[in-house]
Nanobody
Framework: QVQLVESGGGLVQAGGSLRLSCATS????????MGWFRQAPGKDRKFVAA????????YYADSVRGRFTISRDNAKNTMYLQMNSLEPEDTATYYC??????????????????WGQGTQVTVSS
């Protein structure tokens, strides 16, 4: 069983930055594709970004491309999401997720095997 714990959320003004972290347990982190999703109040959970197991490839939702950067440190079993130029529309609970099989449908929730509990990000206007 893999446990994922997000941290780094908070309240920030529009235009500000936050860095989210996702710490994982277990010794197989380097084998997993990892992703970030977010869920705004009253809305479905949506894909934000994903990163390949070795960190060589990253993928973004159109809404965050150019503002957010996903990265990982396999030596620390940790993934990150650097969020810059935040907008009120980025307000949501952010979840990290792990995919054991490194599938191609990384934009779909169903591809992921493990999920964190989420961290709240609130962007004020």
């Amino acid at each position: 069983q893999v446990q994922l714990v997000e941290s780094g959320g908070g309240l920030v003004q529009a235009g500000g930055s936050l860095r989210l972290s996702c710490a994982t347990s277990g010794r197989t982190f380097e084998n997993y594709l990892m992703g970030w999703f977010r869920q705004a109040p009253g809305k479905d959970r949506k894909f934000v970004a994903a990163i390949s197991s070795n960190g060589g490839e990253s993928y973004y939702a159109d809404s965050v491309r150019g503002r957010f950067t996903i990265s990982r440190d396999n030596a620390k079993n940790t993934m990150y999401l650097q969020m810059n130029s935040l907008e009120p529309e980025d307000t949501a609970t952010y979840y990290c997720a792990a995919d054991r099989h490194n599938g191609n449908y990384f934009r779909l929730e169903s591809q992921y095997d493990y999920w964190g509990q989420g961290t709240q990000v609130t962007v004020s206007s």
